[in-house]
């Protein structure tokens, strides 16, 4: 009987050590699964940032339909007012008269701006084509409809002070209708965005 003790403690010990072998695998195990985990979370945070930038980086682009406060902007014709511009298309704002408006509203914090609801960005042209105004390809005619986001206090401060085009142009004989907006919605710009000869630089 007392022969058996040894083997027994034998078997025990080599029992235990299967089991310590097998606590430190699955140590192991676990320790690398929280690793993965760790690794996939960090990956998750990393990615939900390049997103973030992306959605950002779009937004600001004009690729993205946005929408926030801001200001509008409508130009008409006074009644009776016979003034026409050089083009001949019945109306006295001329594309001259648009694209220092579209500045004077990026100057004033604008973030995003339309014109008769054609989103404008770094590709957008304001031209004549004929006797029409042309937008984004489009052709478009008074009245004129502008619309920025932006904060509209800042906004309309900056449309309104004294000797700016918006004064100008009232003085012209154009009839101008400003009001702060809570919400206003634009559609993304739906023109080319291709580069044929422009490179990313690294």
């Known amino acids: 009987m007392a022969s058996l003790v040894p083997a027994r403690i034998e078997d025990l010990t080599a029992q235990l050590n299967n089991v310590t072998a097998e606590r430190d695998s699955l140590g192991q195990k676990v320790a690398s699964l ?32 946005v929408e926030g406060a801001g200001v509008s902007i409508t130009m008409s014709e006074n009644p009776g007012s016979l003034q026409t511009n050089e083009n001949g298309n019945g109306s006295i704002v001329n594309v001259l008269d ?56 800042m906004l309309e401060s900056g449309m309104s002070l004294k000797g700016g085009y918006l004064e100008t142009l009232k003085f012209n ?30």
């Open 173 to 202: 004989g154009v009839k101008i209708e400003m009001k702060k907006e809570e919400k206003i919605k634009m559609a993304a710009y739906n023109g080319s965005t291709r580069m044929t000869f422009g490179k990313a630089v690294n």
């Open 34 to 65: 929280n690793q993965q985990l760790e690794d996939i979370r960090n990956n998750d945070k990393e990615m939900a940032e390049l997103q973030k930038e992306l959605q950002l980086a779009n937004m600001v682009g004009g690729l993205y339909p």
């Open 98 to 153: 648009l694209l220092r408006l579209v500045n004077e509203l990026r100057a004033s914090g604008a973030e995003a701006i339309t014109v008769n609801d054609q989103r404008i960005t770094a590709m957008s042209e304001i031209h004549w084509s004929g006797s029409m105004i042309v937008v984004n390809q489009n052709r478009i005619a008074p009245p004129f409809h502008i619309q920025a986001i932006g904060d509209p206090s």
